[in-house]
């Protein structure tokens, strides 16, 4: 889901037309151009306001007290680009090449995707690079977008069988199998803004209003680990599996951007493993959260592979450093492997869940020049 309003640790249609990229001060030669975004607690203030089609970079610096991201609207509403876990005080380039119209930039302290917005007019034309590579690059996702999507939700259903027939150890053993095909996507299932929030929202990250709508995976997890019944939890499990129907039945008119929607995806995930799966956050009563993890860098390393044959072109060094880093970061999870899962993550003491943090931040850094390597 939507990561938490906390600090990272340490830290088929196919379109190729959008190529967007994000991270810190890795893409030096847009910088000294970039357009000064300043992020506060209620305002969104952006330097230009005229831009010119093609990349554009901007600086976003958050000044506010709130972790806040940066979103780049389409006039229908929905999210060209964004860059989350933006930590007060810290600032981040965030490079987009935008086609010729209108757009919103949003910045929405707390990661709520709601905030204040600033308009802007692109005028111009952008010229695609027509590498076919990643025209089957983001095909090929696109494939492992759609067989996760149905891996999710055939295990989900038996899942949501043990749910009904209240088999309390049947759903626990079931539980986080039902989550991985979901959670190796997950930022592809964000672009559906309405599924997410419905399958996968945390307890604690919703008002008290909100709990009264509460539904999805984690609802169910708190009924099997800390109530020990999911006695009447029937509707709760349906309701979750009709909405991942409603997922799939969207994925045919998915268009899928190689650099924005992979690349940038990517980097997404790592954020999901340091803002609640490193930190236990995500996983708060079953404890599961090594295996959520696995999944993250396991949809992030999909991305890496489709895309290698571009960046082993432009960037030799990133490659391997990408190979290098998902190799550390998996032989570190081998460690905690226990049966066809993993330990329960209570388990893992705070020394260990430092070196995985340190793992994942190490990793992370190469992946956030994912998304500019295949831009150039």
């Known amino acids: ?42 305002k969104c203030e952006v330097a230009k306001k005229d831009l010119t089609a093609g990349k554009n970079t901007f600086k976003v610096s958050n000044k506010g007290s709130k972790v806040n991201e940066f ?12 860059r989350e876990n933006i930590g007060p005080g810290t600032s981040v380039d965030f490079v987009v090449s935008l086609p010729a119209g209108t757009y919103k930039l949003l910045c929405s302290a707390g990661q709520t995707g709601k905030g204040p917005t600033q308009d802007v007019t692109v005028s111009g034309q952008v010229t695609g690079n027509g590498d076919q ?23 989900t259903r038996l899942f949501v069988d043990a749910v009904k027939a209240n088999d309390v150890a049947k759903a626990k053993e ?11 996507i997950e930022p592809v299932a964000e672009k559906f803004g309405d599924i997410d929030p419905k399958v996968d929202a945390r307890e604690a990250d919703l008002s008290p209003a909100e709990r009264k709508g509460w539904s999805g995976w984690h609802l169910l997890e708190k009924a099997l680990w800390k109530d020990g019944s999911v006695k009447g939890k029937g509707k709760a499990g349906d309701q979750l599996l009709a909405d991942l129907g409603t997922l799939k039945a969207r994925l045919p008119g998915l268009t899928l951007d190689p650099v924005n929607d ?10 999901e493993v340091a803002t609640g799966k490193v930190t236990g956050e995500e996983e708060a009563f079953s404890h599961t959260d090594l295996v959520d993890f696995k999944a993250n860098v ?45 330990v329960s993550y209570d388990k893992v003491g705070k020394d ?8 994942v931040n190490a990793l992370g850094e190469p992946l956030s020049k994912l998304a500019g390597a295949v831009a150039k």
């Open 174 to 184: 079931l539980y986080a199998p039902s989550r991985v095909g979901w959670e190796a």
């Open 352 to 359: 260990d869940r430092k070196k995985l943090a340190d793992a």
């Open 71 to 82: 979103e780049v609207l389409k006039p229908d509403g929905k999210i060209l680009a964004e």
């Open 133 to 155: 590579r990643l025209a089957k690059a983001a095909a090929d996702y696109k494939t492992y977008v759609i067989a996760n999507v149905d891996d999710t939700i055939a295990k």
């Open 298 to 342: 396991d949809g992030a390393k999909k991305v890496h592979e489709l895309l290698k044959p571009v960046v082993q072109e432009k960037d030799a060094q990133l490659a391997k450093d990408l190979d290098d880093n998902f190799a550390a970061v998996e032989a570190l999870l081998n460690k905690y492997e226990k049966g066809d899962g993993y």
């Open 262 to 271: 992979m690349a940038a995806g990517a980097k997404e995930l790592l954020d």
């Open 1 to 42: 889901m939507r990561p938490a309003p906390v600090l990272a640790l340490a830290g088929a249609a196919v379109s190729i037309s959008l190529l967007s990229a994000c991270g810190g001060d890795d893409d030096k030669a847009s910088a000294s151009d970039a357009i000064a975004v300043t992020a506060t607690d209620d």
